[in-house]
T-cell receptor, first 113, second 110 residues
């Protein structure tokens, strides 16, 4: 298995632009998580899905952020409009709900200028 | 009080030293205790997990859980420069999502 695949690896965009981050979870995993990581705040859970249904989006910072999971093999995290304070590394992770925890992707490093 | 507290470091130790990394937590419902290792520009990877209290050893790594004190530790023996990474503790009670600490940055000096 290729693991959790995220794209793009790096994204530099101007303030006000729309940004879309993509994630392909591991086949057979029924849970998917979107995290944001910064030095100051560490790893923050933004939203997670179980069987493609959003379960908890309490970590989504504001209405500018939205996430979808149209099927079991694809999810997107969208920021519209983007702001410089959104600059961070965004991770997607998937899980089968076992003690082996979450498998993380390599992340998308987002820079908003 | 946050659910999981972890000193962010950085922690710098000479090669060959024993490293001790720690976390405290407040939710007594946690049953599984994990350590993730994150290399620079990579996602976190599960290093080892422990169920309930006690010790678990895997090579140079030992995880320790003291549920009575709500305190967990990771020990690294004979530390190597390749152990330089951020270590995140994580906790889970099967019915909910995993809760991560902020991570401790570790530098092993050659």
């Amino acid at each position: 298995d290729a693991g959790v695949i995220q794209s793009p690896r790096h994204e530099v965009t101007e303030m006000g632009q729309e940004v879309t981050l993509r994630c392909k979870p591991i086949s057979g995993h029924n849970s998917l998580f979107w995290y944001r990581q910064t030095m100051m705040r560490g790893l923050e859970l933004l939203i997670y899905f179980n069987n493609n249904v959003p379960i908890d989006d309490s970590g989504m910072p504001e209405d500018r952020f939205s996430a979808k999971m149209p099927n079991a093999s694809f999810s997107t995290l969208k920021i519209q409009p983007s702001e410089p304070r959104d600059s961070a590394v965004y991770f997607c992770a998937s899980s089968s709900g076992t003690v082996y925890g979450y498998t993380f992707g390599s992340g998308t490093r987002l820079t908003v200028v | 009080q946050k659910e999981v507290e972890q000193d962010p470091g950085p922690l710098s130790v000479p090669e060959g030293a024993i490293v001790s990394l720690n976390c405290t937590y407040s939710n007594s419902a946690f049953q599984y205790f994990m350590w993730y290792r994150q290399y620079s520009r990579k996602g976190p990877e599960l290093l080892m997990y422990t169920y309930s209290s006690g010790n678990k050893e895997d090579g140079r790594f030992t995880a320790q859980v003291d549920k009575s004190s709500k305190y967990i530790s990771l020990f690294i023996r004979d530390s190597q420069p390749s152990d330089s990474a951020t270590y995140l503790c994580a906790m889970w009670n099967r019915d909910d999502k995993i809760i991560f600490g902020k991570g401790t940055r570790l530098h092993i000096l050659p």
